[in-house]
């Protein structure tokens, strides 16, 4: 079965750091191009950062520019994403999902069930 | 930025009845080198992660049902509903992915009447 599974999420404060992680399997990881969407409570899907298959390249939204890192191990099939100085905007679900096809220009096909990050005092 | 907009934001349909949401991009997605247009459809149900329904702006995901249609080129595109099920209640999103970065409608919330 193809899954991804979300880790790390909870409860930091702002300026502090924190490191999710998404767990694949059911398909070959080292093929696939991954990112980063973000949802916060009761609003809509806002896209955080891609990568490539081979992790050489990534991409960032403005709003997290500077302050995130996104990362894979291919031979642990999983995903990363570093993030720094967080902010009180940042509260929301994050979800990873799977490229259908290698490249920057496809859909997302795969998502995980998604983990919960709050930045407050 | 290529900005996408839905409408209605929220939409009450008998069971039985057809439902279609809108999405307009602010830039065409269109393709002309693969006449393919960019735009995919996501259905997500209260406490799920979304789930993709349509891409390429027409062609349905595996195992979905055939009662979700994705039409429109260019610009202007539309998901319906041909006939309205209890379990279709849900906030779909649209989303195109010819530009970077990649970006999602506000979403439209499909509700009974």
């Known amino acids: 079965e193809v899954q991804l599974v979300e880790s790390g999420g909870g409860l930091v404060q702002p300026g502090g750091s924190l490191r999710l992680s998404c767990a694949a399997s059911?398909?070959?990881?080292?093929?696939?191009?991954m990112h980063w969407v973000r949802q916060a409570p009761g609003k809509g899907l806002v896209w955080v950062s891609r990568?490539?298959?081979?992790?050489?390249?990534?991409n960032y939204a403005d709003s997290v520019q500077g302050r995130f890192t996104i990362s894979r191990d291919n031979a642990k099939s999983t995903l990363y994403l570093q993030m720094t100085s967080l902010r009180a905007e940042d509260t929301a679900v994050y979800y990873c999902?799977?490229?259908?096809?290698?490249?920057?220009?496809?859909?997302?096909?795969?998502w995980g069930k998604g983990t919960t990050v709050t930045v407050s005092s | 930025d290529i900005v996408m907009t839905q409408s209605p934001d929220s939409l009450a349909v008998s069971l039985g009845e057809r439902a279609t949401i809108n999405c307009k991009s602010s830039?065409?997605?269109?393709?002309?080198?693969?006449?393919?247009?960019?735009l995919a459809w996501y259905q997500q149900k209260p406490g799920q992660p979304p789930k993709l329904l349509i891409y390429?702006?027409?062609t349905r995901e595996s195992g979905v049902p055939d009662r979700f249609s994705g039409s429109g080129s260019g610009t202007d595109f539309a998901l319906t509903i041909s006939s309205l099920q209890a379990e279709d209640v849900a906030v779909y999103y649209c989303?195109?992915?010819?530009?970077?970065?990649?970006?999602f409608g506000q979403g439209t919330k499909l509700e009974i009447k």
């Open positions: 999902a799977r490229l259908a096809a290698p490249g920057h220009n496809y859909y997302m096909d795969v």
């Open positions: 989303q195109q992915y010819f530009g970077t970065p990649p970006t």
């Open positions: 059911g398909f070959t990881f080292s093929s696939s191009w």
């Open positions: 390429w702006a027409s």
């Open positions: 830039h065409s997605v269109l393709y002309s080198s693969n006449n393919k247009n960019y």
């Open positions: 990568i490539n298959d081979e992790g050489s390249t990534s």
